[in-house]
Each structure stands twice: as C-alpha cells, then as structure tokens.
T-cell receptor
Framework: DAGVIQSPRHEVTEMGQEVTLRCKLI?????LFWYRQTMMRGLELLIY????????DSGMPEDRFSAKMPNASFSTLKIQPSEPRDSAVYFC?????????????????FGSGTQLSVL | AQSVTQLGSHVSVSEGALVLLRCNYS??????LFWYVQYPNQGLQLLLK??????LVKGINGFEAEFKKSETSFHLTKPSAHMSDAAEYFC???????????FGTGTRLQVFP
C-alpha cells in the first residue's frame, strides 16, 4: 500500500481564492483525520470522520473551512475564501477504527502534508 | 477533556548524551499516550504508545517512555543520542472511548557532534 496520499504537496494562492486539499486513505481504513500544523499552535485537530461520517468538527476554525468524504477512501478539505492566516501545513491521517478495544489508536498513519501559502 | 503539555520547545544534546523530552497530560478518562516523531518535510511516525499494562514502554530507534500516573507524565528518553535523532517529537493523548488524538505543541531535538 502506498500509504496516505495527499495532494498537492505545495499550494500557493492569493487571498480570497478557494483552496481544495485532497487526501486518499489507506485501503481498509475507516477513520480519517485532518490536522493543521503551525509554528504558533503546533498540531491542531480540525475534524475527524468515522465511516464517512463527521464525528467531531469542533476544531474547524470557522465557516470558511469545510471537509467532506464523498466515499470511503477519499476526503477533501476546502477553504473558501482563503486568508493569509490559513497558511500552514495540513496533514491528513487515517486509521482503522478500534474504539473501545485495546487496539484503539493502534496506529495513525499520516500523509506527507500539504504546505499551503496564502499571499 | 484531554490535553498535553510538552515542556521545552527546543532541546539540544551532544551526540552520545542522554535524551529527555518531557510530556505531561491531563485526561478525564484513563489515558492512552503516544510519542510521534516528525522528520523534515514528512508526516508523523509513531515511536511508541502506552495503553494498558507495563508502564515502561519501548519503541523504535532505542526510545522508551514511562507512564507515571502519580505525576501525570509520559517522558520520552533515549540513553545515547544519534545525529539521526534530530527531528520534532510530539506527545499525544487519547482514551479507550475515542480514536481522537490530541497532540502537544512539539519539541524540536537538535543533536550536535
């Protein structure tokens, strides 16, 4: 398996433009997490899905951010309109949900991230 | 609610010296604790984890961590640092009832020859 695949690796855009980040889960995984990493705040959990259903989106900064899972293996994170303060590295991670068992969080697999720069 | 505090955003050691990265947690349920490592321009990789059982956990690359409930700590150690250990290290907390991981702000480890 190629692991969690994120695209694009780098995105440079102008303020006000729409940005779409993409993530392909590892085959067979059913939990999907979007994290944002900045120098000031470290790694922040934005939203996570289980079996395509959003479970917790309390970390989504504001309405400009939205995330979807159109199918079991793919997710998008959209920012519309983008702002300079959205500049960060966005990571997607997947796992096989095992909540309530000793294998919970057996392993969270991270993609290589998308470096977003909003000018 | 759960949270993690990593003391020291930067740690510098000489090659061969002891590595100690500090992590304290807060959790309303018995915690599951993790250390992840991030090399430049890469995603995070799991180093080790504690869920239940033995409180001293051994991970990859010679790292280990000890869960101390009385101190609410899960410090990461390695007896002898290598140059290749230079990276950013993240402590994280979760619980049996969720797959949601809460990360600390990270500690950047520098290793000098």
């Amino acid at each position: 398996d190629a692991g969690v695949i994120q695209s694009p690796r780098h995105e440079v855009t102008e303020m006000g433009q729409e940005v779409t980040l993409r993530c392909k889960l590892i085959s067979g995984h059913n939990s999907l997490f979007w994290y944002r990493q900045t120098m000031m705040r470290g790694l922040e959990l934005l939203i996570y899905f289980n079996n395509n259903v959003p479970i917790d989106d309390s970390g989504m900064p504001e309405d400009r951010f939205s995330a979807k899972m159109p199918n079991a293996s793919f997710s998008t994170l959209k920012i519309q309109p983008s702002e300079p303060r959205d500049s960060a590295v966005y990571f997607c991670a997947s796992s096989l949900d095992s909540t309530g068992t000793a294998d919970t969080n057996e392993k969270l697999f991270f993609g290589s991230g998308t470096q977003l720069s909003v000018l | 609610a759960q949270s993690v505090t990593q003391l020291g955003s930067h740690v510098s050691v000489s090659e061969g010296a002891l590595v100690l990265l500090r992590c304290n947690y807060s959790s309303s349920v018995p915690p599951y604790l993790f250390w992840y490592v991030q090399y430049p321009n890469q995603g995070l990789q799991l180093l080790l984890k504690y869920t239940t059982g033995a409180t001293l956990v051994k991970g990859i690359n010679g790292f280990e961590a000890e869960f101390k409930k009385s101190e609410t700590s899960f410090h990461l150690t390695k007896p002898s640092a290598h140059m290749s250990d230079a990276a950013e290290y993240f402590c994280a907390v979760s619980g049996w009832n969720t797959d949601k991981l809460i990360f600390g702000t990270g500690t950047r480890l520098q290793v000098f020859p």
